[in-house]
């Protein structure tokens, strides 16, 4: 499903990924975990074609995204790509319902559709009953887990998931990472998540440890 090769990356003089190669197979969920400052995040956003690599490659369901750019570029992170943040990052004036769809309308897709599908998400995910409140009425949990609705509602080949369950309790957390093996089961979806939790990262099929911007 995913592939990069020799992931460079520089800020200035400072020499934050030094060659990562790594792969992800269709259906897998993998955890990247390492001190803070080993480029975890770093190579997750470049991966999710949030940065661009200094040099190096990465493929994406057989597509070298480096190559895409501008609309062509956002249009495959919206159709193919999905998000969870550790900050849930969903719009405070919008409903629960409103904020899973909005990836859907900027995809194109029929309204009727992308609410019918919004909707089945978040009762999947527990929160249907929540649906119609706006995210100030939501707890942590809750609007995490509309947060995933929301990575999932374009049918992406992969959700990459940076550090989200840095803002949970232990109980929310575990839940949520339980949620994700739900989804591995019901959807066959594809995640790669960094977590500093390594009792998490342990029900992950793989892990993988980095150092001093090298998996090691």
């Not at 995640?191 to 342990?202: D, G, P, R, S, W």
Request: with cysteine; net charge neutral.
């Amino acid at each position: 499903m995913l592939t990069a090769r020799q992931i460079h990356k520089y800020y200035g003089n400072l020499w934050v990924l030094k060659g990562v190669d790594m792969e992800v197979n269709k259906g897998e969920i993998v955890s990247i975990v390492g001190p803070s400052g080993s480029g975890k995040s770093t190579l997750l956003h470049i991966l999710g074609t949030l940065d661009e690599p200094g040099k190096g490659e990465t493929i994406l369901h057989g597509r070298k995204i480096n190559e895409l750019k501008g609309r062509n570029l956002a249009a495959f992170r919206n159709r193919h790509i999905g998000f969870v943040f550790q900050f849930h990052h969903l719009l405070p004036e919008f409903t629960a319902l409103e904020n899973v769809c909005i990836p859907g309308w900027i995809a194109g897709v029929k309204r009727s559709q992308v609410e019918e599908r919004a909707a089945g998400l978040l009762n999947t995910l527990g929160v249907g009953h929540r649906m119609e409140n706006k995210p100030n009425a939501l707890s942590g949990g809750e609007q995490q887990r509309v947060a995933v609705a929301r990575a999932l509602i374009n049918n992406p080949d992969i959700v990459f998931a940076d550090e989200p369950t840095g803002n949970l309790d232990s109980a929310n957390a575990r839940e949520l990472h339980q949620l994700f093996f739900d989804l591995r089961q019901r959807f066959q979806q594809t995640f790669l998540i960094v977590t500093h939790n390594e009792e998490l990262a342990q029900m992950s099929d793989r892990i993988l440890h980095m150092r001093d911007g090298r998996i090691i």
